[in-house]
């Protein structure tokens, strides 16, 4: 199993960054696709959930800002980032469960390496 997260990077404060996950290994269509982030010093936290059937959830954080979509075809999951704040700046992991109603990081099997995102002020 594999999932290669891309897409971090610097960005201003206001600007956009779209983070894709590409997964292998499993049956992606029949997995709940999460993203999490982790800041230093805090813990795990997650950001937005989309299930096999591509229902959404998301952290009040990202409500509004942020967007999860999957494409099975091509077995990744995205994670389109807007308005960028630096308290958004963290390692962001893609994650993935056969659990139907995960919702935490001890609900999800499978993670990526995470790609770094760093917004300045």
């Known amino acids: 199993v594999q999932l290669q997260a891309s897409g971090g990077g610097l960005v201003q404060a206001g600007g956009s960054l779209r983070l894709s996950c590409a997964a292998s290994g499993f049956t992606f269509s029949s997995y709940v696709m999460a993203w999490f982030r982790q800041a230093p010093g805090n813990q795990r936290e997650m950001v937005a959930i989309v299930n096999s059937g591509g229902s959404t959830n998301y952290a009040d954080s990202a409500k509004g800002r942020f967007t999860i979509s999957r494409d099975n075809d091509r077995n990744t999951v995205y994670l389109q980032m807007f308005s960028l704040k630096p308290e958004d700046t963290a390692i962001y992991h893609c994650?993935?469960?056969?659990?139907?109603?995960?919702?935490?990081?001890?609900?999800?099997?499978?993670w990526g390496q995470g790609t770094l995102v760093t917004v300045s002020s």
């Open positions: 994650a993935a469960s056969r659990n139907r109603i995960a919702t935490t990081a001890n609900d999800f099997y499978y």
